[in-house]
């Protein structure tokens, strides 16, 4: 009963997240959250910068992404100890990647790719397992993890879609660019994203056009498959679970570019695309070498009560709040947009 309230809740939750932000966030005012003056210029003016919702949203969809992972994991008697070194160790790792491979790939040294950060985290996360088994007592079970990991990437990604609607980057083709059947199917969902800051506007002049919904896709699509994996997890087909949640997002992804029209590099397959392809053959290595697939329920199935009990945790609580804010400062700290702040008294408030 419990395993069935938390998969309700959650896709109650996401979903009304997802019909939310797909519905204002392409508007101008959503990009923008806050502006901090930070130099002034003379004459009651001031130089700012921008924080904006692309950070916010984003640090969300990393914080029910941890969330997701440490319900599963308690769920199977992953230790707390483990848990940290594991999510905090993928962090360190994945972030910053989402920086790297976008300069390497794009040339770009001011964007995030996500793209590039999962291929990162998929190459590393069965090491990083069997890094934190060597300074824990009871070993982490390789494939319920990877398989918690791999429904928290979906539904962290999927939710995570949401900032890119807001930033109006991963953008899709424009609807007069796209064949008798697309323009069907997108003739009443698309976006039109509007305001001159959105990447869409700035690097394509496609503000103001509808365009194919592909971030919307995306969520909806990583959001249902996270789902669908949880319910797999929680009969304990971690393999199953595991595989569904991998090869769904990896191939979506390399089929996904060929309805976007943001910059990807300057091959006709590009390198995001080739990272989703091998992305999809590692997972299958990985699992099939993977010591639990022995059988195909590897262990007893999860206690999911006893993983929603592991977040009401003082330490958990407050390094979850920390990353948060890390994540939120990383990422919703705008190098690409700017801003000129004025400020005034009202007189008749004297």
């Not at 990162?120 to 990991?149: D, H, K, Q, Y």
């Not at 305001?195 to 990583?222: C, E, F, R, W």
């Not at 590692?282 to 329920?297: C, D, H, M, Q």
Request: glycine share 10%; hydrophobic share 55%.
């Amino acid at each position: 009963m419990v395993s069935i309230v938390f998969i309700i809740a959650m896709s109650l939750l996401c979903g009304a997240m997802l019909v939310v932000g797909c519905t204002y966030l392409p508007d101008e005012r959503w990009q923008v959250l806050a502006a901090v003056p930070t130099r002034s210029c003379g004459s009651g003016r001031w130089h700012g910068v921008n924080f904006t919702f692309y950070g916010l949203l984003t640090a969300n969809a990393y914080l029910m992404a941890l969330v997701m992972l440490l319900v599963l994991v308690a769920a199977v008697d992953v230790p707390l100890g483990a848990f940290m070194g594991l999510a905090l160790g993928m962090l360190a790792v994945c972030v910053p990647a989402s920086r790297w491979v976008a300069k390497l790939v794009e040339g770009k040294a001011h964007t995030f790719t996500v793209g590039g950060a999962v291929f990162v985290g998929i190459v590393v996360a069965p090491w990083m397992i069997a890094v934190v088994n060597l300074f824990v007592e009871r070993p982490v079970a390789m494939l319920p993890t990877l398989a918690a990991l791999g429904i928290s990437y979906a539904i962290g990604e999927g939710l995570g879609r949401l900032a890119c609607i807001s930033f109006g980057c991963c953008y899709g083709k424009p609807l007069s660019q796209c064949g008798p059947l697309a323009q069907r199917l997108f003739s009443r969902f698309h976006f039109v994203f509007t305001g001159p800051t959105k990447k869409i506007a700035y690097a394509s002049g496609l503000d103001n056009q509808p365009v194919v919904p592909i971030q919307a896709l995306t969520a909806i699509l990583y959001v249902v498959t996270a789902m669908l994996g949880t319910i797999l997890f929680v009969l304990g087909l971690y393999a199953s679970a595991f595989l569904l949640t991998a090869i769904i997002t990896q191939g979506w992804r390399v089929y996904s570019e060929v309805l976007r029209a943001d910059y990807r590099g300057d091959q006709a397959f590009s390198a995001y695309q080739w990272m989703g392809v091998v992305g999809m053959i590692y997972v299958v290595l990985v699992a099939w070498l993977s010591p639990s697939l022995g059988s195909v329920v590897a262990l007893s199935a999860p206690q999911i009560g006893q993983g929603v009990g592991a977040l009401w945790n003082p330490v958990v609580l407050i390094v979850f709040q920390g990353v948060w804010l890390t994540l939120f400062w990383y990422t919703g700290k705008s190098s690409v947009t700017g801003a000129s702040l004025s400020f005034h008294v009202h007189p008749e408030k004297v």
